[in-house]
Nanobody, 121 residues
């Protein structure tokens, strides 16, 4: 099982940007699709986006489309989430996850511990 560690969260003003990173341990990183999820206070965890094993295909939730970009560097065993035009409603704990497929957002192979993103108005 792959171990995932997120970093890059913090406090940012509305309209600002942040880039989250998720570093994976092990040699099997490129056998997983990767996803980003988020959980806002008092709400259930929700899917934000995912990227295929090769990085050639990405999918996003409508709420983040055109603002968030997922990328990965298989040589560095790392997946990234670039977040632009942040809104206060983006405030959440962000989690990366190893997925069986970038189109299957429910079969989670492994979760990271999460990183807090807070967007002030």
């Amino acid at each position: 099982q792959v171990r995932l560690v997120e970093s890059g969260g913090g406090l940012v003003q509305a309209g600002g940007s942040l880039r989250l990173s998720c570093a994976a341990s092990g040699r099997t990183f490129n056998t997983y699709a990767m996803g980003w999820f988020r959980q806002a206070p008092g709400k259930e965890r929700e899917f934000a986006g995912a990227i295929s094993r090769s990085g050639s295909t990405t999918v996003y939730a409508d709420s983040v489309k055109d603002r968030f970009t997922i990328s990965r560097d298989n040589a560095k065993n790392t997946v990234y989430l670039q977040m632009n035009s942040l809104k206060p409603e983006d405030t959440a704990i962000f989690y990366c996850a190893a997925l069986r497929s970038y189109i299957d957002h429910e079969t989670i192979e492994s979760w990271g511990q999460g990183t807090q993103v807070t967007v002030s108005s």
